[in-house]
T-cell receptor
Framework: DVKVTQSSRYLVKRTGEKVFLECVQD?????MFWYRQDPGLGLRLIYF???????EKGDIPEGYSVSREKKERFSLILESASTNQTSMYLC????????????FGDGTRLSIL | AQSVTQLDSQVPVFEEAPVELRCNYS??????LFWYVQYPNQGLQLLLK??????LVESINGFEAEFNKSQTSFHLRKPSVHISDTAEYFC??????????????FGTGTKLQVIP
């Protein structure tokens, strides 16, 4: 069974901390995505990666960075966490020919205090 | 720029009744359209998609959606819902362009609550 695994389901951090969210997929997908999900706003794309070491900014990249050193792993980094980054974060992946995200992880609910 | 509107944030419906979840989009070019479902405490799953060809697309669990270009709509329907269909449903649109990454824009979601 195909799988996208996010390292934490729940995470609590303090303002100003550097936060790492990890995502691993086992489907050999080229594309990987990071979204944040907020009530009433749906999903908003933070960053997208179409290959190792390649990345594109999404709609809301401010305050975030990403790293893709290996094909199966895509990390989201909050450089200096702030309370307005409290949210649900979803990782997703797809084949290169499938531009829409196809498989999602179960999400990380991040609280910044 | 493309956009997606899901007018209904919540839709309550009795078990075995029919349901329609509405989705309208705007785009200046040809589009791909998608419906995703999110069950409680889970990530999203791709439910069905329209890329080209027949305007009526179906999922394996009885949902269907019809692409209507003149009304710029892609409503999701099911003739008889089950308790297990209780979830949040997201409509999404992707512009068709040649080459490059085609960004997918999600709607704000509709929570379907099936009442026993």
């Amino acid at each position: 069974d195909v799988k996208v695994t996010q390292s934490s389901r729940y995470l609590v951090k303090r303002t100003g901390e550097k936060v790492f969210l990890e995502c691993v997929q086992d489907m050999d997908h080229e594309n990987m995505f990071w979204y944040r999900q907020d009530p009433g706003l749906g999903l908003r794309l933070i960053y997208f990666s179409y290959d190792v070491k390649m990345k594109e900014k999404g709609d809301i990249p401010e305050g975030y960075s990403v790293s893709r050193e290996k094909k199966e792993r895509f990390s989201l980094i909050l450089e200096s966490a702030s309370t307005n980054q409290t949210s649900m974060y979803l990782c997703a992946s797809s084949y290169a020919s499938g531009n829409q995200p196809q498989h999602f992880g179960d999400g990380t609910r991040l609280s910044i205090l | 720029a493309q956009s997606v509107t899901q007018l209904d944030s919540q839709v309550p419906v009795f078990e075995e009744a029919p349901v329609e979840l509405r989705c309208n989009y705007s785009s200046s070019v040809s589009v791909y359209l998608f419906w995703y479902v999110q069950y409680p405490n889970q990530g999203l799953q791709l439910l069905l998609k329209y890329l080209s060809g027949s305007t009526l697309v179906e999922s394996i669990n009885g949902f269907e959606a019809e692409f209507n270009k003149s009304q710029t709509s892609f409503h999701l329907r099911k003739p008889s819902v089950h308790i297990s269909d209780t979830a949040e449903y997201f409509c999404a649109v992707s512009d068709w362009r040649s080459g490059g990454y085609q960004k997918v824009t999600f709607g704000t979601g509709t929570k379907l609550q099936v009442i026993p």
